[in-house]
């Protein structure tokens, strides 16, 4: 049987390294994406920012004390969406059988590497890389082994900027001695279990008689995680399925103790998956709610129509209705609306509000606040991407007492100058953050 080649690409701190890109005057600084609210987490840190051990998903108040001189901004995700763009078209280029991840990474098996030789996947590996860089501009590594598990680690060995081919006959040897904890599906839970028995790496797990793991993890999961502590896995790479929902949620600097408040969020949710639904050319049968409580109490509701539809207006009066009945005592911390129960070919109609969601007198809500990267009546932030009649493209450093200092820079200037202005100068105007790419 001819050798099978799976490759895994993972673009390297992809938001911070997009936000390098497109601001060069940030390229060898610590950069944290997120946002600036007391339960903000930080959705992307650069390179330079992990040094101080900055990381993605810990709150930005500890990452800002970790890493006081970084940069913060707002994430732009209509410029990530683009440079993901790029990236996946160049894999479809290279393999017909590409599996995508997530925004920033994906699998190949590219059907001109069965069978070769780890110097050939190499050589493909250096070209895709190269490839990457010439479609973005950003830095990606690649990792190369007989399955999907070996090469997502393969990949991870290769960070950053890197590429690592772990070839069948070395596979053992490279994974042997790494923390137990890189397998897929070994959590805290399995790796606190596994600690208990002496079983701290790949290769000691390998090692443990079938049965003592079964004991320990269960026969299913036990099973898959033996075989891929042993190097064999055997799942194919292919294209995923649509998703099954559509959601949006949030979590509020401060909790939230009107209904009006929770009413008006809510709104906001069902807006932002009513995008997402259009987007994908479905309609919804489902209206879920989620509502978490200042003490972290969860709860959800549920409701279900005979006919999908796209309709906002039915949407958003279900979301509001189901809202009423699981807001607990106290405050809101977090409101989560997703559309599930998806079809095509949408028919027109879809929830019939019930008497007490149409009352006579329509209910009043305040004005949906705008998203980060339309055009909004609100002041300049920080990371704001906006033009000038005449220094062109920039974004915005600092802004307060009423002026603001702009950094007048894209990816091809270079660093560019700092200018400060009136925040009220008629020739700012907000701007597409993808014209940061020219």
Same mark, same amino acid.
């Given at each position: 049987?001819?050798?099978?080649?799976?490759?895994?690409?993972?673009?390297?701190?992809?938001?911070?390294a997009s936000e390098q890109l497109?601001?060069?005057?940030?390229?060898?600084?610590?950069?944290?994406?997120? %946002?600036?609210?007391?339960?903000?987490?930080?959705?992307?840190? /650069?390179?330079?920012?992990?040094?101080? %051990?900055?990381?993605?998903?810990?709150?930005?108040?500890?990452?800002?004390?970790?890493?006081?001189?970084?940069?913060?901004?707002?994430?732009?995700?209509?410029?990530?969406?683009?440079?993901?763009?790029?990236?996946?078209?160049?894999?479809?280029?290279? /393999?017909?059988?590409?599996?995508?991840? /997530?925004?920033?990474?994906?699998?190949?098996?590219?059907?001109?590497?069965?069978?070769?030789?780890?110097?050939?996947?190499?050589?493909?590996?250096?070209?895709?890389?190269?490839?990457?860089?010439?479609?973005? %501009?950003?830095?990606?590594?690649?990792?190369? $082994?007989? %399955?999907?598990?070996?090469?997502?680690?393969?990949?991870?060995?290769?960070?950053?900027? $890197?590429?690592?081919?772990?070839?069948?006959?070395?596979?053992?040897?490279?994974?042997?001695?790494?923390?137990?904890?890189s397998l897929w599906g070994v959590?805290?839970?399995?790796?606190?279990?596994?600690?208990?028995?002496?079983?701290?790496?790949?290769?000691?797990?390998?090692?443990?008689?079938?049965?003592?793991?079964?004991?320990?993890?269960?026969?299913?999961?036990?099973?898959?995680?033996?075989?891929?502590?042993?190097?064999?896995?055997?799942?194919?790479?292919?294209?995923?399925?649509?998703?099954?929902?559509?959601?949006?949620?949030? @979590?509020?600097?401060?909790?939230?103790?009107?209904?009006?408040?929770?009413?008006?969020?809510?709104?906001?949710?069902?807006?932002?998956?009513?995008?997402?639904?259009?987007?994908?050319?479905?309609?919804?049968?489902?209206? @879920?709610?989620?509502?978490?409580?200042?003490?972290? +109490?969860? /709860?959800?509701?549920?409701?279900?129509?005979?006919?999908?539809?796209?309709?906002?207006?039915?949407?958003?009066?279900?979301?509001?209705?189901?809202?009423? @009945?699981?807001?607990?005592?106290?405050?809101?911390?977090?409101?989560?609306?997703?559309?599930?129960?998806?079809?095509?070919?949408?028919?027109?109609?879809?929830?019939?509000?019930?008497?007490?969601?149409?009352?006579?007198?329509?209910?009043?809500?305040?004005?949906?606040?705008?998203?980060?990267?339309?055009?909004?009546?609100?002041?300049?932030?920080?990371?704001?991407?906006?033009?000038?009649?005449?220094?062109?493209?920039?974004?915005?450093?600092?802004?307060?007492?009423?002026?603001? @200092?702009?950094?007048?820079? +894209?990816?091809?200037?270079?660093?560019?100058?700092?200018?400060?202005?009136?925040?009220?100068?008629?020739?700012?105007?907000?701007?597409?953050?993808?014209?940061?790419?020219?």
């Amino acid at each position: 049987m001819s050798a099978r080649w799976v490759l895994h690409l993972d673009m390297d701190a992809f938001f911070a390294a997009s936000e390098q890109l497109t601001r060069p005057t940030l390229r060898d600084r610590p950069v944290l994406v997120g %946002g600036l609210g007391p339960r903000a987490v930080v959705a992307g840190a /650069s390179y330079q920012a992990r040094v101080f %051990g900055a990381r993605s998903a810990m709150p930005m108040g500890q990452a800002r004390r970790l890493c006081p001189h970084a940069v913060v901004l707002p994430a732009r995700f209509t410029l990530y969406k683009e440079l993901s763009s790029r990236v996946m078209a160049v894999l479809a280029d290279a /393999s017909p059988v590409l599996e995508p991840v /997530s925004i920033d990474e994906a699998f190949l098996e590219p059907p001109a590497l069965a069978g070769a030789s780890a110097a050939d996947v190499e050589r493909f590996g250096m070209r895709l890389r190269a490839d990457v860089r010439a479609a973005t %501009g950003l830095p990606a590594s690649v990792g190369a $082994g007989s %399955g999907k598990q070996p090469a997502k680690i393969a990949s991870e060995l290769a960070k950053p900027d $890197g590429l690592r081919v772990v070839a069948p006959d070395v596979e053992r040897e490279v994974l042997g001695p790494l923390p137990v904890r890189s397998l897929w599906g070994v959590g805290p839970v399995a790796e606190a279990g596994l600690r208990k028995l002496g079983v701290h790496t790949i290769g000691e797990l390998a090692a443990m008689d079938l049965r003592e793991v079964h004991g320990l993890l269960g026969t299913a999961i036990g099973t898959e995680l033996h075989r891929l502590a042993r190097g064999i896995d055997e799942r194919p790479v292919a294209p995923r399925g649509a998703a099954k929902q559509v959601s949006a949620e949030t @979590t509020f600097d401060i909790d939230l103790t009107a209904m009006a408040a929770v009413h008006d969020a809510v709104a906001r949710m069902t807006e932002a998956a009513h995008r997402r639904l259009v987007a994908s050319g479905r309609a919804a049968r489902t209206v @879920t709610v989620k509502v978490r409580s200042a003490d972290f +109490t969860t /709860s959800s509701r549920s409701e279900t129509a005979g006919i999908a539809s796209t309709d906002l207006g039915a949407l958003t009066a279900v979301a509001q209705r189901l809202a009423r @009945t699981a807001v607990p005592e106290g405050g809101v911390r977090l409101i989560g609306v997703s559309l599930a129960g998806l079809t095509d070919d949408p028919p027109p109609a879809l929830f019939e509000p019930a008497p007490e969601a149409a009352p006579a007198a329509p209910v009043e809500f305040a004005d949906p606040a705008p998203e980060h990267d339309a055009p909004a009546e609100r002041p300049w932030q920080a990371g704001d991407d906006l033009a000038h009649a005449e220094h062109g493209h920039g974004w915005v450093q600092g802004a307060g007492h009423g002026r603001i @200092t702009v950094r007048f820079e +894209t990816r091809s200037t270079g660093p560019g100058r700092a200018r400060t202005f009136a925040a009220d100068d008629p020739a700012l105007r907000r701007a597409d953050p993808l014209a940061s790419l020219a």
